[in-house]
Structures are given as C-alpha cells and as structure tokens.
C-alpha cells in the first residue's frame, strides 16, 4: 500500500540464477565469499551509459539505505556513507553498549520503525535495501516494496542465499521493469502487499 | 547524489569505497576490502572475464537457429523467483506440492489432450510449442511416477527416458525406457531417438545430474513472479565451480518470464 502512496523501498541484489548472493563462507577478508565476486562483474559497467550505468545510478540517487547488520559489519560499516551521505538504517537484534555506528548510520531493532523513518528520511526518492537479512525480515513485515534482482548468468552451486525458507505463504509479486545489461537482467518486481 | 564516482573496481554494495571525507573518529574500512577488491579483478582478468561492451544478448542468439545440427537436452521448469519448482509436501497424491499449482499458471487450464495445456499469450504460446516440438522425453523416476509417465505419452508419441538405477519389473508403458547405465547413456539415447529435435528434460534432480555430467545443454526457465517461501528447489548439490550460462532469449508474458540460458562449455 505504502508504493503506491510515496517512494518504494527497493531491495538491490545481485543473485546468480541459483539463488546466491554470496560464494561460501563470506566473512571479514572475503566479504563476497569464495569467488563471489562472480556476482559483480556487471558492475564493472556502473559509469557507462548502458543499462547496468542506468541501474547504478538509480542505486546511487536512493535517498536512504536500509541494512542488516550482518551485511554492515562485513562492508565495514561503509566507513559510515554508503553514498551521497544518505543515512544507513541498520538492522539487528542487538545493540551493545556504548556502540554507535559511524556517520550517517543508525541501529535499529524494530523492522516497521526502521522502514518508517527510512521512508521520511528519502522523502521523494526511493530507500535502498541490501542484505539477505534485511530482504527477509522488511518481506515478513510488509514492508518491502520492490525488489531490483540483478541476474547473473551463472550458477554458483553453492554459497549465500537471497531467500531462505519461511512458511508464511505466497507473496505474490508483478514484473514491472526488464534492463538488460552485460552480464545481468536487471528484474523489478513489485510486491503487491495484500490488505 | 554524489559529486564523486566511485573509486573503480570496487563493488559499492559490500565495499566501503567512500573512505575520501570521513570525518575524524570513524571507523574506517579495513584497507584490506580495497586489496581485495582488486584481487578479484585481477582473478577475473585471470580467467580472461574482461568487461565486454554492454550490448545485452550474446552473439549466439543471433546466429543460432532453433534446431541445431545436433540434438540438445533442454530443460524446461517453472521455478518461483526464491527457486523453487513445488510447493512443501510433494508426493503422489500431490504431485506440486502444497500450492504448487501457482507455478503452472503460466500453462493453459490443461485436460487430457496436450492442447489443452497451450498457453493462450503468444510469448509463452513460442515455448509451449517448442516444448511440444521436442522428440524425446527425459525424465526423473519422481517426476515420471508422480505423473504415471503421462500415461506413457508426454506428447506426440516421442519416447520417455527415464535413467534408474533399477528397471522396474512391469514396465506398462511401451514408449517408456528405462536406462540402467548411467546418465550418459541415457543422454545419448534420447538424443539418438529425438534425431535433428532436442530433447526435452523434466525434473530437478536428473536436472542436477545433467549439469554435472555436462550433458545439459539449455535451461528453458518459466520464471514465475511469486515467491512461494519452501517446496523443492531447482538447483540443489551442484557442485561449488561455477557453470557459466549465456542468456540467449527472455520472452515476457503477462504472467511468466521466459529466460533461456545455454550452457558455456
């Protein structure tokens, strides 16, 4: 209900067409995971003026990201600016003490909170989401508008996965938008929420 | 917006790269990300993955006739866009799985005559037929059981293959052939049978031994805009190197995404 009315909240990913958004055992000093960075070579394109520079450039003129904390903490807490200054959304489920992100960030522990007052903060323009994490849990409150899948042609066999299994039924989704890019499909998909 | 582009060979989504005006006191991102960053480019231009011109479908698309000289094994499968090709609780009484019925949406209401099953847009109508065109059938012994190997008549009267690691004792199906001797042998056969047709392939987990042996030549992918959250999944125990795919063809219907993927050798 909430796309229709201001910006969307978009997932941006890169998955490969068996469901990876990472190799295998991504961690500190293999953020991507082994060979992940499979997933990334679209990206090599993000300042041409080709459909992967026109994806890019949406991603960049989001006006708020929305994190979890497991992809934060891995990207180094993007040295607090992911871009432009934006602020960074975080989402956990705990807060340590005394531990205040840098920047632009902020932690938060309730889903609808954060997409609320990410969606105030964007104003007119979009939120960006990323992470697995974060997709999952923004899905299962309703609060995810879109989703950005940037295919990759590959199957990666093994690694991280977007979707992880849940048994809260259907959601049903509807393709608004095909790019086609060097080595990704840039798919948009609205979520239509139910009422 | 940014007034800066990113530093190059760098992926903004998991690599801090704009470390230029941190403010005193922040945590900055190890410089290791940046190292690593172009470590993987390195490893790419390794493998000879340079950057190619961003002109969407390779080559092949263009050149490529539908029937090739040799017979390919063609998969085809709707798969939810979280992976999946059933809903949970897949058995014989319930072939698709608890709502897994969402994923044939893309077909015709179906019967018992295969035209039944023709789709009615005209995108999804060029794979359905192609489908049908196929002149031989490989299927796994799930999939051919649960579907009582359509009677022993997928379509057109073009025979099944269905590798075993056993031949059952009564075999009712005439046009069935059960193939003891690996999957090889059993790509080999159906290619043999289908002549100048590909073959069509149905089934996720002879899918995977496809792809294994090297034997898949293309995934026909309905993608379906739903996500169905648990049921089997398509691409489960493949290997960790990766199979590189060409996308060739992306037909878009109303209600599916065709995608169409060849298999880099």
Known sequence: MTGSMTAPIRLYMSTSLDGFIAGP??????????????????????????????????????????????????AGRWGGDHHGGVPIHVLTHHVDEGDVPPGSAKFYTDVVACATEARAAAGDRAVMAHGAGA????????????????????????????????????????????????????????????? | MTSEPPSPATAVFLLADHQAGVPEGVIKAPP???VEADALALARAKEGLRPRPDVGFPQSHLTRTLRGVMSRVILYMAMSLDGFITGPGDGKENPAGVGGMRLMEWL????????????????????????????????????????????GD??????????????????????????????????????????DRDVLLHGAYTAQEC???????????????????QGRLLFEGLPANHIELDLVRALEAPKVLHLRYEVRR
């Not at chain 1, 055992?25 to 679209?42: I, K």
């Not at chain 1, 996965?161 to 948009?188: N, P, S, V």
């Open chain 2, 154 to 195: 997928h379509h057109g009267g073009v025979p099944i293959f269905v590798p075993a690691h056993t031949a059952p004792a009564d075999n009712r199906h005439e046009r069935v052939h059960f193939v003891t001797e690996g999957i090889l042998a059993c790509a080999e056969q159906a290619k043999t049978a289908a002549g």
């Open chain 1, 25 to 74: 055992d991504d961690r500190a000093g293999q953020e991507l995971g082994r060979d992940g960075g499979r997933l990334f070579n679209w990206m090599d394109d993000r300042m041409s003026e080709g459909p992967n520079g026109q994806v890019f450039g949406e991603l960049m003129a989001t006006g708020a990201v929305i994190s979890g904390r497991r992809t934060f903490e891995l």
């Open chain 2, 211 to 229: 792809l294994k042996a090297g034997v898949l030549d293309v995934l026909e992918i309905q993608l379906m805009p739903v996500l169905l959250g």
């Open chain 1, 135 to 195: 997709a999952q849990a923004l899905l299962q409150a309703g609060q995810l508008d879109e989703l950005e899948i940037h295919l990759v042609p590959v199957l990666l066999g093994t690694g991280r996965c977007l979707f992880e299994a849940r048994d809260t039924g259907h959601i049903e989704l509807q393709l608004i938008r095909r790019l086609q890019g060097r080595d990704a499909t840039h798919l948009r998909y609205r979520v239509r929420h139910h009422t």
């Open chain 2, 108 to 151: 015709g209401g179906g019967g018992s005559e295969v035209s039944a099953w023709r789709p009615s847009d005209s995108q999804s109508q060029i794979v359905f037929d192609e489908m049908m065109s196929t002149g031989a059938v490989i299927t796994g012994r799930r999939t051919g059981e649960f579907a009582d190997y359509w009677g």
């Open chain 2, 32 to 34: 290791r990300v940046g």
